[in-house]
């Protein structure tokens, strides 16, 4: 059973920095594609960043393209996403998400779900 379990969330002010993980276990080859989604408040969910096996930035969504960077370890059984000059845009449940590529990237609807972490960022 593939479990998925983010950290690193937490409060931030404007213009600072913050590192989320995801650690996968029951992690098998058939699900490669792993990255994340954010949802805040009354909005709806969107891709954030994703990874394809054998590369590491495949997709930024437009709004953190300069700032985010998704990277994986060489095990490829934990997920980051480092993320820089945070805004309060930022402000949103992060989760990490896990699935064939076609459908994390291209449909939206990953297999498997973190539980989420929250990232709150104060102006």
């Known amino acids: 059973q593939v479990q998925l379990v983010e950290s690193g969330g937490g409060s931030v002010q404007a213009g600072g920095a913050l590192r989320l993980s995801c650690a996968a276990s029951?992690?098998?080859?058939?699900?490669?594609?792993m990255g994340w989604f954010r949802q805040a408040a009354g909005k709806e969910r969107e891709r954030v960043a994703f990874i394809y096996p054998g590369e590491i930035r495949t997709y930024y969504a437009a709004s953190v393209n300069d700032r985010f960077t998704n990277s994986q370890d060489n095990a490829k059984t934990t997920v980051y996403l480092h993320m820089n000059s945070l805004k309060p845009e930022d402000t949103a449940m992060y989760y990490c998400?896990?699935?064939?590529?076609?459908?994390?990237?291209?449909?939206?609807?990953?297999?498997?779900w973190g539980q989420g972490t929250q990232v709150t960022v104060s102006s």
């Open positions: 998400v896990a699935g064939r590529g076609s459908a994390v990237v291209v449909a939206g609807t990953p297999t498997y």
């Open positions: 029951g992690y098998t080859g058939s699900d490669n594609t």
